[in-house]
């Protein structure tokens, strides 16, 4: 009798710890569970990404016209690349070939590679670029983000942002678009552009603390456009 008591007090005993263990094995998962639902909680995005320039958009606003056309965004990404590397004096020794390598990765034409080498002849006989060459503190291709209301921040890139004699800032946006005839006029490329430099204007500013005293864009037909 008392072996047969003491088998059933161990079985007891058992029963136990297994439920015990059962038990602590679901709050464990249900734990891992709601660690899981927290941390998929905290990734989501509590704000809007917006783009300062949707570039796509911009587009159809003028080059959908009729009879408009231009030379794309693959010209654009070169000659900013150009521009880019030009303002830090980083440009191989053999510019062009250079820019046919990179046109021939983007696969562009003969023809568009003349234009860009063009455009950045124009750019360094240019007051702009006196005006950089003289500056003491040059910034190219600059990426930024702010917030903008609640729960929206907006990004972009400037092109160019230096200090100028006054002490403050200028800001300039490349635009090789073209609209009607290939051509557009000063005040379409303000009325397209100009809200998104005054945007880059405004951003600089709170984010540095300091003044921009001068933005325009940089346009490879007419050259500097103040804005």
């Known amino acids: ?25 679901e709050n464990v998962l249900h734990l891992h569970r709601r660690r899981q639902q ?3 909680k905290v990734r989501e995005a509590s704000y809007q990404m917006r783009a300062i320039t949707d570039r796509d958009e911009l587009a159809s606003m003028y080059l ?3 009879g408009a056309s231009g030379k794309g965004r693959d010209f654009g990404i070169l000659v900013h690349s150009l521009f880019e590397h ?12 250079f820019t046919i390598a990179k046109s021939t990765a ?23 670029w006196k005006e950089t060459t003289a500056s003491t503190t040059v910034y ?19 092109d160019l942002v230096y200090r100028v004699g006054d002490g403050g800032w200028k800001i300039v946006d490349y635009k090789t678009d073209g609209v009607v005839g290939n051509r557009a006029t000063v005040d379409e490329l303000k009325e397209c552009y100009g809200a998104q430099v005054e945007l880059y204007a405004r951003y600089w500013e709170r984010i540095s603390g300091e003044r921009v005293s001068a933005k325009g864009l940089w346009s490879t037909q007419y050259g500097c456009v103040a804005v």
């Open 38 to 40: 927290v941390w998929e």
């Open 140 to 158: 190219t291709e600059v990426p930024l983000a702010a917030a903008e209301g609640e729960g929206s921040i907006m990004r972009g890139i400037i």
């Open 86 to 97: 030009a303002v830090r004096g980083t440009l191989p020794e053999d510019e062009r070939a």
């Open 106 to 128: 983007l696969e562009l034409s003969n023809e568009l590679v003349d234009e860009a080498v063009n455009a950045l002849d124009r750019l360094r006989a240019s007051a702009l």
């Open 1 to 25: 009798h008392r072996d047969l008591h003491l088998s059933l007090r161990r079985q007891r005993q058992m029963c136990i710890r297994d439920r015990s263990g059962a038990g602590e094995e």
């Open 64 to 66: 959908g016209r009729a």
